[in-house]
Every structure is written in C-alpha cells, then in structure tokens.
C-alpha cells in the first residue's frame, strides 16, 4: 500500500513537526452503504504508519494507490493518533464525516497529477 520512505526530510533537509501525530487507516469490505463502522471492531481496522511532519504525511500519501486502484468498499481514514475510526470510540462522539463518492471515471479527472 506504501513505500517505506515516510519519514524523509524536506530538499533543504528540515523536518516541520505537526503539533500532535496522525495515523492513516484501512478498512477494506466496508459493507455499510453510508460507509460507516458500524459492526467493525479494532481487529477489522488496520493502521498504517504514525505521521509527526509535513514530510512524512506527503511520502505516505505519494505512495499510495490511487483510489481507481482500490479495491471495492475500502476506506482509507486519517486519524489523530490515539482515535480510531470507529462509531464506538469515546472521542467520536458529537463528530462528523466527510465523504466523498464518485464514479470511477470521475475519479482520475478530479485528482491532481503529482
């Protein structure tokens, strides 16, 4: 899903810190239809990598695939470390989602080329 350079450093070789981390998570066979976790469990959700710089979010999401690459019903999730996405976790309560859904041929035409 990822390369392994996600902690390399800016051109001028300077980490910028994030005031706290954040974490990328996947949940493939999502089957609700308004795409909530309702029923997953942590076991269901898998973590990927601890994001504390600008470099190190920009290297994870450079080297993901891209969403006409996913397979079907597959969240990607960006999380504030320590929250989980999922309804029951404490600190989701009052929250909201942001949710994008698109046609596959839309997809690409509305995503920047690096």
């Known amino acids: 899903m990822l390369g392994t350079n996600a902690g390399d450093a800016s051109d001028d070789g300077v980490l910028h810190e994030l005031a706290c981390s954040f974490r990328f998570f996947f949940i493939q066979d999502n089957e609700d239809?308004?795409?909530?976790?309702?029923?997953?469990t942590a076991?269901?959700?898998?973590?990927?990598?601890?994001?504390?710089?600008?470099?190190?979010?920009?290297a994870y999401y450079s080297n993901m695939l891209k969403p006409s690459e996913l397979p079907s019903n597959f969240d990607v999730c960006f999380f504030k470390d320590g929250y989980q996405p999922l309804c029951e976790d404490k600190a989701n309560i009052?929250?909201?989602?942001?949710?994008?859904?698109?046609?596959?041929?839309?997809v690409l035409s509305l995503i920047p080329k690096p």
């Open 94 to 106: 009052g929250g909201g989602k942001w949710t994008a859904r698109l046609r596959k041929g839309q």
């Open 43 to 58: 076991s269901d959700i898998n973590k990927c990598g601890k994001i504390t710089t600008v470099e190190s979010f920009w």
């Open 33 to 40: 239809e308004e795409g909530h976790t309702f029923g997953k």
